[in-house]
Protein backbone atom coordinates (compact mmCIF):
# COMPACT_ATOMS: atom_id res chain seq x y z
CA UNK A 1 0.00 0.00 0.00
CA UNK A 2 1.21 3.57 -1.13
CA UNK A 3 1.74 6.62 1.32
CA UNK A 4 -1.33 8.23 -0.27
CA UNK A 5 -3.42 4.81 0.15
CA UNK A 6 -2.52 4.60 3.40
CA UNK A 7 -3.52 8.13 4.49
CA UNK A 8 -6.03 8.42 2.71
CA UNK A 9 -7.79 5.17 4.54
CA UNK A 10 -8.56 3.46 1.52
CA UNK A 11 -9.81 0.06 2.62
CA UNK A 12 -8.40 -3.00 1.09
CA UNK A 13 -10.93 -4.80 -0.95
CA UNK A 14 -13.36 -1.32 -1.54
CA UNK A 15 -14.49 -0.07 -4.85
CA UNK A 16 -12.28 2.72 -3.96
CA UNK A 17 -8.94 0.05 -3.66
CA UNK A 18 -10.38 -1.35 -6.78
CA UNK A 19 -10.23 2.00 -8.83
CA UNK A 20 -7.07 3.04 -7.07
CA UNK A 21 -5.61 -0.68 -8.58
CA UNK A 22 -6.14 0.17 -11.82
CA UNK A 23 -4.32 3.52 -11.25
CA UNK A 24 -1.55 1.93 -9.63
CA UNK A 25 0.66 3.45 -12.13
CA UNK A 26 0.31 6.89 -10.93
CA UNK A 27 0.70 5.56 -7.26
CA UNK A 28 3.88 4.26 -7.97
CA UNK A 29 4.84 7.46 -9.89
CA UNK A 30 3.73 9.37 -6.75
CA UNK A 31 5.37 7.34 -4.47
CA UNK A 32 9.07 8.12 -6.78
CA UNK A 33 8.19 11.86 -6.66
CA UNK A 34 8.52 11.76 -2.91
CA UNK A 35 11.42 10.09 -3.13
CA UNK A 36 13.06 12.15 -6.02
CA UNK A 37 11.95 15.60 -4.20
CA UNK A 38 12.28 14.77 -0.66
CA UNK A 39 15.68 12.28 -0.53
CA UNK A 40 17.22 12.96 -4.16
CA UNK A 41 20.84 11.75 -4.01
CA UNK A 42 21.86 15.06 -4.71
CA UNK A 43 19.72 17.67 -2.64
CA UNK A 44 21.71 21.18 -3.87
CA UNK A 45 21.37 23.64 -1.44
CA UNK A 46 17.70 22.75 0.05
CA UNK A 47 19.38 19.81 2.31
CA UNK A 48 17.05 16.29 3.00
CA UNK A 49 16.30 18.18 6.84
CA UNK A 50 15.13 21.19 5.21
CA UNK A 51 12.71 19.80 2.24
CA UNK A 52 11.03 17.23 5.39
CA UNK A 53 10.40 20.35 7.19
CA UNK A 54 9.12 22.32 4.57
CA UNK A 55 7.11 18.91 3.86
CA UNK A 56 5.59 18.92 7.19
CA UNK A 57 4.80 22.64 7.87
CA UNK A 58 2.97 22.43 4.47
CA UNK A 59 1.09 19.52 5.31
CA UNK A 60 0.29 20.94 8.54
CA UNK A 61 -0.63 24.32 6.90
CA UNK A 62 -2.96 22.32 4.95
CA UNK A 63 -4.61 20.79 8.18
CA UNK A 64 -3.13 17.32 7.27
CA UNK A 65 -1.61 15.90 10.46
CA UNK A 66 -1.01 12.38 9.06
CA UNK A 67 0.91 13.51 6.13
CA UNK A 68 2.95 16.51 8.53
CA UNK A 69 3.57 13.16 10.89
CA UNK A 70 5.23 10.93 7.84
CA UNK A 71 7.57 13.95 7.25
CA UNK A 72 8.27 14.63 10.94
CA UNK A 73 9.82 11.11 10.88
CA UNK A 74 11.70 12.19 7.95
CA UNK A 75 13.02 15.56 9.84
CA UNK A 76 14.34 13.24 12.34
CA UNK A 77 16.05 10.67 10.03
CA UNK A 78 17.53 13.64 8.59
CA UNK A 79 18.96 14.78 12.31
CA UNK A 80 19.63 18.41 11.60
CA UNK A 81 18.98 20.81 14.29
CA UNK A 82 18.95 24.13 12.93
CA UNK A 83 15.72 22.89 10.39
CA UNK A 84 13.40 20.85 12.66
CA UNK A 85 11.81 23.31 13.90
CA UNK A 86 10.84 24.54 10.95
CA UNK A 87 8.53 21.91 10.62
CA UNK A 88 6.23 24.08 12.60
CA UNK A 89 4.04 26.94 10.88
CA UNK A 90 4.99 30.11 12.14
CA UNK A 91 8.52 29.03 13.07
CA UNK A 92 11.48 31.20 11.28
CA UNK A 93 15.17 31.70 11.59
CA UNK A 94 17.33 34.54 11.99
CA UNK A 95 19.44 33.05 8.49
CA UNK A 96 17.57 35.26 5.65
CA UNK A 97 18.46 32.94 3.04
CA UNK A 98 16.54 30.24 5.31
CA UNK A 99 13.83 32.23 6.08
CA UNK A 100 13.30 33.59 2.33
CA UNK A 101 13.27 30.10 1.72
CA UNK A 102 10.07 29.66 4.32
CA UNK A 103 8.51 33.01 3.21
CA UNK A 104 8.37 31.49 -0.68
CA UNK A 105 7.42 27.76 0.78
CA UNK A 106 4.55 29.20 2.68
CA UNK A 107 3.37 31.32 0.52
CA UNK A 108 2.80 28.55 -2.23
CA UNK A 109 1.18 26.58 0.19
CA UNK A 110 -1.57 29.52 1.73
CA UNK A 111 -1.54 31.71 -1.31
CA UNK A 112 0.18 30.89 -4.41
CA UNK A 113 -1.55 33.18 -6.66
CA UNK A 114 0.32 36.11 -4.95
CA UNK A 115 3.57 34.27 -5.90
CA UNK A 116 5.33 36.81 -8.29
CA UNK A 117 8.78 37.10 -10.31
CA UNK A 118 9.54 40.12 -7.56
CA UNK A 119 9.40 36.86 -5.21
CA UNK A 120 11.83 34.63 -7.04
CA UNK A 121 14.10 37.45 -7.40
CA UNK A 122 14.00 37.81 -3.57
CA UNK A 123 15.14 34.37 -3.96
CA UNK A 124 17.86 34.91 -6.04
CA UNK A 125 19.03 38.08 -3.64
CA UNK A 126 19.15 35.89 -0.65
CA UNK A 127 22.09 33.30 -2.37
CA UNK A 128 19.54 30.68 -4.07
CA UNK A 129 20.22 29.48 -7.36
CA UNK A 130 17.93 28.89 -10.10
CA UNK A 131 18.62 24.81 -9.50
CA UNK A 132 17.63 25.18 -6.15
CA UNK A 133 14.19 27.58 -6.52
CA UNK A 134 12.90 24.79 -8.68
CA UNK A 135 13.74 22.47 -6.32
CA UNK A 136 11.55 24.24 -3.80
CA UNK A 137 8.69 24.70 -6.01
CA UNK A 138 8.86 21.22 -7.04
CA UNK A 139 8.76 20.40 -3.35
CA UNK A 140 5.51 22.44 -2.58
CA UNK A 141 4.12 21.39 -5.37
CA UNK A 142 4.59 17.81 -4.88
CA UNK A 143 3.34 18.37 -1.34
CA UNK A 144 0.21 20.32 -1.57
CA UNK A 145 -1.00 17.67 -4.54
CA UNK A 146 -0.61 14.83 -2.12
CA UNK A 147 -2.49 17.06 0.31
CA UNK A 148 -5.10 17.41 -2.14
CA UNK A 149 -4.88 13.82 -3.81
CA UNK A 150 -5.38 12.58 -0.16
CA UNK A 151 -8.33 14.71 0.75
CA UNK A 152 -10.40 13.68 -2.06
CA UNK A 153 -9.75 9.79 -1.75
CA UNK A 154 -10.22 10.09 1.72
CA UNK A 155 -13.66 11.96 0.71
CA UNK A 156 -14.58 9.08 -1.38
CA UNK A 157 -13.69 6.41 0.92
CA UNK A 158 -15.99 8.09 3.27
CA UNK A 159 -18.82 7.53 1.08
CA UNK A 160 -18.65 3.58 0.90
Not at 8 to 19: M, N, Q
Not at 77 to 96: F, I, K, M, Q, Y
Not at 129 to 148: G, H, K, M, W
Amino acid sequence: MTLIETLAAVKPGSALAEAMQKRAEILRLSEAAHDAVLLPRDPGGLSHGLRAALAARMARQNGNQALAEHYDALVKRAAESATASLARPGTNVDDPRTAEIIRHADRLTVAPREATRGHIEALRSAGLTDADIVRLSELAAFVNYQVRVIAGLALIGARQ
